[in-house]
C-alpha cells in the first residue's frame, strides 16, 4: 500500500503565504516526478507545479513566481511554498506522485486526499 498525505491547507489573506507538504509512505521502491495540482468546484483539475527527482522544476504561468516547489528524496516529501496569495488560488490542492511500488512491476500515479486553500480578498 502507498498513501500520499498531505499537510499545510489553510484560510489566509491575500498576500500571505502558506506551505503545502505532502509524504509519501508505504511499500515503495522509487519515486518519479511529483508535483502539485488543484481544483474549485465545477472545474477539471489543473497542474500548478512539478519536480523531477533531480530537482527540474515546471510551474503554470498562474503561479511563476509566487509558489516554490522543492522535495526531499530522503523522506518522500514535496513541498509548495506559496507566496503573494490571490483570491483566484482558492481550491482543493492534491499531491501527485509518479512511484514504483516495492512489488509492483510499473509506475503507477498516486493521489493524496487534497488540501484545502482559501484565500480572502
Known amino acids: 500500500q502507498v498513501q500520499l498525505v498531505e499537510s499545510g491547507g489553510g484560510l489566509v489573506q491575500a498576500g500571505g503565504s502558506l506551505r503545502l507538504s505532502c509524504a509519501a509512505s508505504g511499500s515503495i521502491f522509487s519515486i518519479n516526478a511529483m508535483g502539485w495540482y488543484r481544483q474549485t468546484p465545477g472545474k477539471q483539475r489543473e497542474l500548478v507545479t512539478t519536480i523531477t527527482t533531480g530537482g527540474r522544476t515546471t510551474y503554470a504561468d498562474s503561479v511563476k513566481g509566487r509558489f516554490t516547489i522543492s522535495r526531499d528524496n530522503a523522506k518522500n516529501t514535496v513541498y509548495l511554498q506559496m507566496n503573494n496569495l490571490k483570491p483566484e488560488d482558492t481550491a482543493v490542492y492534491y499531491c501527485?506522485?509518479?512511484?514504483?511500488?516495492?512489488?509492483?512491476?510499473?509506475?503507477?500515479?498516486?493521489w493524496g486526499q487534497g488540501t484545502q486553500v482559501t484565500v480572502s480578498s
Open positions: 501527485n506522485a509518479d512511484i514504483l511500488p516495492l512489488y509492483g512491476d510499473r509506475r503507477l500515479d498516486y
